[in-house]
Every structure is written in structure tokens, then in C-alpha cells.
């Protein structure tokens, strides 16, 4: 049974920066494709970043390039979110996702989620 589970969310002050972190079991961590999503209160939940098997590749959603940056360390099996610049906007329940597959194909679903961690940004 594969098991995401975040950590790190909270309150941030616009312009602060804030880690999220995604620990991941239940099958071999390095093997896949990893993402993370969000959903803000009333919208629908929104790609924000994946990153393939060996941290190699990475995409972003144009509302976050340049802030946020993915990255993996599978000896630990866990994805992280390096938010910076955060804006009121990012403020949203954040989820990290596995694929099926090393690489990420752009509109793939996910076959994995993690619970969630909420994220608020103070103007």
C-alpha cells in the first residue's frame, strides 16, 4: 500500500519562503515520477510542479517558475517544494502525487495522493 504523507505547511508572510516535504513508502520511491498539486478554497485543484525519477527533469506550472523549485532525495524517499517569493495567491491546500511512470508526461493523472498540507500566505 503506497503512502504519501506532507509536511511543512503553515503560515508564511508574503515575500517569506516555506519547504514542503513528501515521505513516500509502499514501493520502490525511486522508480517514479513525483508531483505536487494545490487547491485553493472554491477552485479546482491545479498542477503546480513534477519531477521525474532522479531529480533530472522538472516542470512548473507558469504561475509558480521561478519561485518554486521541486527536488528529491530518494536514499530518504521524499519530495520537496522550495517556495519562495510566496504571494497571497499560493495560499491553498498543497498535495504531493505519485505517478505510474520514471518520467512526467504533462496532463498525466496521478496514481497516488498525500493527504494534504495547508499553506496560507499573509498579506
Known amino acids: 500500500q503506497v503512502q504519501l504523507v506532507e509536511a511543512g505547511g503553515g503560515l508564511v508572510q508574503a515575500g517569506g519562503s516555506l519547504r514542503l516535504s513528501c515521505a513516500g513508502s509502499?514501493?520502490?520511491?525511486?522508480?517514479?515520477?513525483m508531483g505536487w498539486f494545490r487547491q485553493a478554497p472554491g477552485k479546482e485543484r491545479e498542477f503546480v510542479a513534477a519531477?521525474?525519477?532522479?531529480?533530472?527533469?522538472?516542470n512548473y506550472a507558469d504561475s509558480v517558475k521561478g519561485r518554486f523549485t521541486a527536488s528529491r532525495d530518494n536514499a530518504k524517499s521524499t519530495v520537496y517544494l522550495q517556495m519562495n517569493s510566496v504571494i497571497p495567491e499560493d495560499t491553498a491546500i498543497y498535495y504531493c502525487?505519485?505517478?505510474?511512470?520514471?518520467?512526467?508526461?504533462?496532463?498525466?493523472?496521478?496514481?497516488?495522493w498525500g493527504q494534504g498540507t495547508q499553506v496560507t500566505v499573509s498579506s
Open positions: 519531477i521525474n525519477w532522479n531529480g533530472g527533469r522538472t
Open positions: 502525487a505519485g505517478y505510474l511512470t520514471s518520467y512526467y508526461s504533462p496532463g498525466a493523472d496521478p496514481a497516488y
Open positions: 509502499g514501493r520502490t520511491f525511486s522508480d517514479y515520477a
